[in-house]
């Protein structure tokens, strides 16, 4: 069900940035679980950060230290900032969230999330 946007995808060098905002009726106040998801040409969809209802933050190992995920729950906005891009981190990038509770270290399991967006696109040029 999609009710999420994405924006602010593009093509950037290695080593530029990127920030990624997430919005849409699919993110309220009710929202206990949300997170990022890419899918590279070719693989399938992996969990990028979550943040839990928990309140913990969760990412891949690929992207720690360079990737924060943030929100802004007055505005209803997620952004996913991201620094020192890579050419592997070219992807197709989701925001996914829902109402119910869910843990962060869970966060990365699919089926915890009713609300997708359609996705951007993140090249990295090398």
């Known amino acids: 069900q999609e009710q999420l946007m994405e924006s602010g995808g593009g093509s950037v060098q290695a080593g530029g940035s990127l920030r990624l905002t997430c919005v849409g009726p699919?993110?309220?106040?009710?929202?206990?679980?949300m997170a990022w998801f890419r899918q590279a040409p070719g693989k399938e969809r992996e969990g990028v950060a979550v943040?839990?209802?928990?309140?913990?933050?969760k990412y891949a190992d690929s992207v720690k230290d360079r990737f924060t995920f943030s929100k802004d729950s007055a505005k209803k906005i997620l952004y996913l900032q991201m620094n020192s891009l890579k050419p592997e981190d070219t992807a197709v990038y989701y925001c996914?969230?829902?109402?119910?509770?869910?843990?962060?270290?869970?966060?990365?399991?699919?089926?915890?999330?009713?609300?997708w967006g359609r996705g951007t696109q993140v090249t990295v040029s090398s």
């Open positions: 943040i839990g209802g928990d309140g913990a933050t």
């Open positions: 699919g993110f309220t106040y009710r929202t206990q679980c």
């Open positions: 996914a969230t829902d109402y119910r509770f869910c843990k962060a270290v869970n966060g990365f399991t699919e089926s915890e999330y009713n609300y």
